[in-house]
Every structure is written in structure tokens, then in C-alpha cells.
């Protein structure tokens, strides 16, 4: 009967170790099915996370277009603002000009009158009255204008 004792344990040890080999394979595919599912959230997680990057950029994209797009409106402006003053500063240095020629005439006028000394007074009045000489001193093109300071005393 010791061997069939020993023919029992052996028996008990191959059932056990059947046992063991089955549970090993249970505890296997346990993991693995744990490992899978943790894959698939970690999986998920990294779909939500570039979502969320793609929809941060998207917004990103969409603030800088209307960024640039405010901003070409107010390089629009100010080149049309700088347009209209450099039109304005042509006008005022052309006015400036024609103001100098004038003034240059009056003051020939007037150096004329101041040394015109040798003559009488008489004469240089009629020198200066006589519509042929003194349309000879100041250009037809130019006709000399007073501002109302001028008349202020």
C-alpha cells in the first residue's frame, strides 16, 4: 500500500501542480488583461491630450490670425494718416516756398526804396507808381498778400 500511497501523492502533486500551472495561467491572463486595459486608458488619455493641444492651437491660430488681421488695420491707418501728412507738409513747404519769393520781393522793394536816395522824393514815387517799372520789380505770376496781423498796431 506504500505504493499506492505514493502513487496518490504523486497523483495529488500532478493535481496540484495542474492546479497550480491553471492558476498561474489565470493570474497570466489576469495581468495581461489588466495590462491591456490600463493600455487602452493610457491610450485614451494620450487621444485626450492631444485633442486638447490640438484645440489649444486651433484657438491659438484663430487669436493670432484676428491679432494680425488688427494689426494690418491699424498699419492701415496709420500709413493713410501718414499719407494724408506728408500731402499736407508738400502743400506748407511749396506755401513756404511761394511766401519766400514774396517776401524776397518785398524786401527788394523795400531796399530799393531805402536806396534810392540820390533821387528826390518825387522821383522815386513816380519811379515806384509807374505801372511799367513797377510791374518790373514783382513777378505777374505772384500777387502779394497781406495777412490782418500785418494791420495791427
Given at each position: 500500500?506504500?505504493?499506492?500511497?505514493?502513487?496518490?501523492?504523486?497523483?495529488?502533486?500532478?493535481?496540484?501542480?495542474?492546479?497550480?500551472?491553471?492558476?498561474?495561467?489565470?493570474?497570466?491572463?489576469?495581468?495581461?488583461?489588466?495590462?491591456?486595459?490600463?493600455?487602452?486608458?493610457?491610450?485614451?488619455?494620450?487621444?485626450?491630450?492631444?485633442?486638447?493641444?490640438?484645440?489649444?492651437?486651433?484657438?491659438?491660430?484663430?487669436?493670432?490670425?484676428?491679432?494680425?488681421?488688427?494689426?494690418?488695420?491699424?498699419?492701415?491707418?496709420?500709413?493713410?494718416?501718414?499719407?494724408?501728412?506728408?500731402?499736407?507738409?508738400?502743400?506748407?513747404?511749396?506755401?513756404?516756398?511761394?511766401?519766400?519769393?514774396?517776401?524776397?520781393?518785398?524786401?527788394?522793394?523795400?531796399?530799393?526804396?531805402n536806396n534810392s536816395?540820390?533821387?528826390?522824393?518825387?522821383?522815386?514815387?513816380?519811379?515806384?507808381?509807374?505801372?511799367?517799372?513797377?510791374?518790373?520789380?514783382?513777378?505777374?505770376?505772384?500777387?502779394?498778400?497781406?495777412?490782418?496781423?500785418?494791420?495791427?498796431w
Open positions: 500500500m506504500a505504493s499506492s500511497s505514493g502513487n496518490s501523492s504523486w497523483s495529488t502533486k500532478i493535481q496540484n501542480s495542474g492546479s497550480e500551472e491553471e492558476l498561474q495561467v489565470l493570474i497570466n491572463d489576469e495581468r495581461k488583461n489588466k495590462r491591456k486595459q490600463s493600455n487602452r486608458e493610457s491610450a485614451r488619455r494620450s487621444r485626450m491630450r492631444k485633442q486638447n493641444h490640438l484645440d489649444d492651437l486651433t484657438k491659438q491660430v484663430s487669436q493670432l490670425r484676428k491679432d494680425n488681421s488688427e494689426i494690418l488695420t491699424r498699419i492701415n491707418i496709420t500709413t493713410q494718416h501718414y499719407l494724408n501728412f506728408e500731402a499736407e507738409n508738400s502743400v506748407l513747404r511749396a506755401q513756404m516756398g511761394e511766401l519766400s519769393q514774396r517776401l524776397q520781393s518785398l524786401n527788394d522793394i523795400l531796399n530799393i526804396i536816395t540820390t533821387t528826390g522824393s518825387y522821383e522815386r514815387d513816380c519811379y515806384l507808381t509807374s505801372p511799367q517799372n513797377f510791374m518790373n520789380i514783382i513777378p505777374l505770376n505772384q500777387p502779394i498778400m497781406a495777412s490782418t496781423d500785418i494791420f495791427h
